[in-house]
């Protein structure tokens, strides 16, 4: 297996830290998407979408997206579950992790890359140019950061973790999508401490410095 | 079990020919989410998120959320399989379900939500209000449909189809994404005979009526 991903983007960030909760090892390779190399004929034909991460099986096989490649390795290498053990808790999981991404981590994307001038004219991520930023979609998703902070602060006020009383891939996905958040100046308000003492300590896990 | 869901919405959708798929009957009860019935006091302690579909467990656990609806039930009954049978193809569709949903049925809610007068001041499912359409986002959502579409036509000239040789999650999303999209008036572009043919063959099968 081969991992193609690039250290400074939120998307790969996911799939580095559930690697590393599973304590498995494999081969990567950089592509900095700042110097836009995902959009290289050498990357283009590894993956035509020119997104980040992409993980190549064995069999030339490429699984060119974050959460498929996580489901691959949870097949794989099944311990320590982070998509859950049974029907229930994996539907739990499922939920909770697909409403850090919609309602989390899509907000703050709007709100970075509708903001940031690095992704000027280029809005959506794997097309090379002709999508204007769009300055009020950067304010909804701040906004929609604001509901979703309101909203884990509640969960995280009656259970430990965000599925449930184990870690799990959603909160995985919530860890990286509040620190991503904080390039487009937007941090955890004051008033959400549980999200703060969560934070706190899915950041002291020796999986968050991957 | 108990399923709360709306016969217009492609939410609900998803999971109705999901079911049908199954060949499992599942009790329902219709939210009219024209009529705001998603924001009663009634349906806020069913589910808090105020969206339709959601699962209510016997045990009275809620899953409020389309795909893990999905997968419970796949857990639960598991054939036919919608969501793969071993390690690479469960990767494969939950790749293609994915790109269908990120990159075809979110540009098509994009689309309508900021578009259609009934959702004036609510552009983001879920919220009562304060949230004003983006009129340049329903633009950015009808250019990703087309890039969609384009996606969608190289991979159903090589696939019968979207996640390779059987019918999936995957050709269900983008299914209900494409027929959705029509109410932006979104059609399948004149060149992508292969979207065209695959579209009617799916619209064939008895769960295109769910």
Redesign the interface.
Known sequence: MKLYEFSLAPGPRRVRIFIAEKGIEIPSVQINTRERQQFSDEYRAVNP?CVVPALV?DDG?C???S???C??LE??HPEPKLMGR???E???I??WN??AELEGY?AAVDAVRNSAPMFEGR??AG?TGG??Q?P??AE?GK??MG?FFAKLDGRLADSSHLAGDRFSIADITAFVTIDFAKRAEIEIPEDCANVARWFAAVGERPSASA
Chains 1, 2 share one sequence.
């Open positions: 979408n099986l096989t699984l060119g997206e959460v498929a490649i489901r691959y097949e794989t049974d029907a229930k994996k539907a739990l499922e939920m697909r409403q899509l809005g959506v097309v999508v204007p769009i009020a979609l909804r906004q929609s509901r």
